[in-house]
């Protein structure tokens, strides 16, 4: 497998069920192969609705989870905010300059692509281009259609021998280089990213610094960068000015990057001879446009942005984006994510389990401490320890605990929090998170990990005491800490948390309230103060021991048997419930009221 950029998986969407009516939806308003679709469709409900306008995708739009393109559709932000349960947009190729790719980021929605499924073919219809404008193909073929029989107006030139000059050596470029060097041209580029050995090794024998180097020496001319502010209209009058006059150019990258304008004077006035022409500012071209007068002009081979439009290469990004939509919308890894930062599959594998136990953890701070704490607590501190601490790339983790911080108090209409927008919510909500490798030894488990919240509001942020510690065995996770008290319990399902003071009966009061209300009670456990908590706590009593007649009794030992009679009024202990039924605000109350109970805390995990 290649070298993958993923999104954490937020919650799959299951209920694949073809009667689910939650069963995910796609829309697919281009033509894109039946191959990759027809995956798609095992598991969700595929759309292929063609020929809508802006308006219609726009109406259209709210009720899908995907949305799959070619370059006709223009995926603005507008479609973006409208498609309100849009996880992923696929681009069936490899241009993405028709979507909107900040605006889907900013709303986690993961935009993917197929970096190499049509290069082949780009790279063919370019050749095909280059002896169609050398040879006059086009015109010869309509001319003889048209009756005529015109053989010494059609007199080309060879390309045997000549110079093409190549801007944009990427895959494209090279795919052209190689090919043409089979030719029998020489070929010289010009790429500032390129690596000459690369090119060297392909045979490209000069890469050039500027495009004044370029420009003069070359016969035939072509370009393989994508559309960027830097290389919009990346040639015009004064560059043709320095062509050759037998010089032909030839795009099959993106309408743009010649000046359209300039390449019609330019053909005019007889500063190049020639052009073959796939991609064009507008398509199609209005009437009267510089692209269309393109398009028309008798030196321009045209044709309508067929570079990728071969049955292979529509089969391979078929292919390669609905097996990338159907992991996403199942919660797994795309392959060419376009907006996430990469990671190597077999790394995101290690790291699940604890992406699965950060993102509890934050959700566990947020109902737990946050909701009686509503001051505090905005900075944290994420501490990965032992082997976790040598994983560098724990942007997945980061991620899921500003997921879980955010996802009991987020009212963003059900948007996930991912790999794509955590950095961007997280400032939105004024969460600042540090992320601290120790490479310490971790007892017992090999990795572990903490969350400590901090007071932003004092001035020497001092912590204010609230800890979750967590780890992994196998693929179970657990938290063994909760603020000053070690715990082992799954962080799953509805949770009450009950802080209260070990005395007899106490139990038997908490299981009574919630008989009342039918609660089921899945499972019991009591949580003592941890050694440190203890320890502060003998210190404590020792001091106040040698200063006061009747010392206080402290706890020194773990509340797991705290029920069993005799009670220490000042020992403290956290009872965590797992329960099954509807907590109500009653039940909370209830429970509060109890006797021995100082708080409670309902966590839905
Ligand atoms: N007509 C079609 O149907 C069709 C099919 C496939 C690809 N394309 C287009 O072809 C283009 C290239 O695709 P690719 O897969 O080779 O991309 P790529 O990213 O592999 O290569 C692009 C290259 O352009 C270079 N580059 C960027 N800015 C440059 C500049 N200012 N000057 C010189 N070089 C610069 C980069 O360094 C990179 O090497 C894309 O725009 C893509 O959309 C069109
Ligand atoms: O960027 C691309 O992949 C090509 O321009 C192909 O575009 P298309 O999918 O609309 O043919």
New binding site residues.
């Given amino acids: 497998m290649s070298p993958a950029a993923i999104s954490e998986p937020s919650s799959p969407l299951d209920s694949s069920s073809p009667s689910n009516p939650n069963r995910p939806k796609i829309l697919v308003p281009e033509k894109v192969s039946p191959e990759g679709l027809a995956l798609l469709r095992t598991l969700y409900e595929v759309d292929v609705l063609q020929g809508l306008s802006p308006e219609d995708l726009i109406s259209k739009i709210p009720s899908y989870h995907g949305l799959i393109v070619r370059?006709e559709t223009k995926v603005t932000s507008s479609v973006l905010q409208a498609g309100r349960k849009l996880r992923v947009v696929a681009r069936a190729?490899?241009?993405v300059?028709n979507i909107d790719v900040p605006a889907a980021t900013s709303q986690g929605i993961i935009v993917v692509n197929s970096?190499?499924g049509?290069?082949v073919?780009?790279a063919e219809?370019t050749i095909a281009l280059l002896l169609a404008t050398a040879r006059n193909i086009g015109r010869a073929d309509s001319s003889f259609k048209n009756g005529k029989w015109e053989r010494s107006k059609l007199v080309g030139v060879e390309v045997g021998r000549k110079t093409l000059g190549i801007?944009?050596?990427?895959?494209?470029?090279?795919k052209v280089a190689r090919m043409a060097i089979g030719l029998g041209m020489k070929v010289i580029a010009?790429?500032?990213?390129?690596s000459p050995d690369m090119a060297r090794q392909a045979g490209v024998e000069a890469i050039v610094p500027s495009l004044g180097d370029l420009l003069p020496a070359v016969d035939f001319l072509t370009i393989?960068?994508?559309?960027?502010a830097?290389?919009l209209n990346?040639l015009g009058e004064e560059e043709f000015k320095k062509m050759k006059s037998s010089a032909r150019v030839l795009n099959?990258?993106?309408g743009g990057v010649y000046n359209e304008e300039a390449l019609l004077k330019a053909l005019d006035e007889g500063w190049i001879a020639g052009a073959g022409i796939?991609?064009f500012t507008e398509e199609p071209p209005k009437e009267g446009s510089a692209a269309q007068r393109l398009a028309r002009h008798e030196k321009v081979v045209s044709t309508p942005?067929?570079?990728?439009?071969t049955v292979e290469a529509q089969e391979n990004v078929s292919m390669d984006v609905c097996t990338q939509v159907l992991e996403i919308l199942r919660g797994g890894l795309p392959t060419a994510a376009v907006n996430a930062p990469l990671i190597l599959p077999e790394e995101y594998k290690r790291l699940e389990p604890f992406v699965r136990l950060v993102e509890r953890m934050g959700s566990l701070y947020t109902q737990h401490f946050a909701v009686r704490n509503a001051s505090g607590g905005r900075r944290f501190e994420l501490v990965y320890h032992g082997e976790l601490a040598e994983i560098t790339n724990t942007r997945p983790l980061f991620a899921a605990l500003v997921k879980g911080l955010v996802s009991s108090i987020s009212d963003a209409g059900g948007r996930d929090v991912n790999i794509v927008n955590a950095t961007l919510i997280a400032r939105e909500r004024g969460i600042a998170i540090d992320e601290k490798h120790v490479r310490n030894e971790v007892p017992v488990y090999n990795s572990l990990v903490s969350l400590r919240s901090f007071e932003t509001t004092a001035a020497d942020e001092a912590p204010v005491g609230q800890v979750i510690e967590g780890y992994v065995s196998g693929k179970s996770i657990f938290i063994s800490k909760l603020d000053r008290f070690a715990a082992n319990f799954t962080p799953e399902g509805t949770l009450l948390i009950l802080h209260n003071y070990d005395q007899p009966g106490k139990i038997g009061n908490v299981g009574m309230v919630l008989g009342k209300h039918a609660i089921n009670i899945k499972f019991m456990q009591v949580a003592g103060l941890n050694r440190e908590a203890r320890e502060a706590a003998a210190k404590e009593a020792a001091t106040a021991s040698s200063t006061e007649e009747d010392g206080p009794v402290v706890a020194v030992e773990t509340a797991s048997s705290s029920d069993g009679g005799g009670g220490d009024p000042k020992k403290e202990a956290l009872m965590l419930l797992g329960v099954d039924g509807e907590i109500t605000e009653g039940v909370v109350k209830d429970l509060g009221e109890a006797e021995g109970i100082l708080n409670v805390s309902l966590v839905r995990l």
Avoid: C, E, F
């Fill in positions: 370059s190729g490899v241009g300059d970096p190499s049509n290069i073919a780009a219809h801007i944009g050596l990427g895959k494209v470029g090279m010009l790429d500032p990213y390129a393989h960068t994508p559309l960027l830097s290389t990346l099959v990258a993106r796939d991609v942005h067929l570079g990728a439009s």
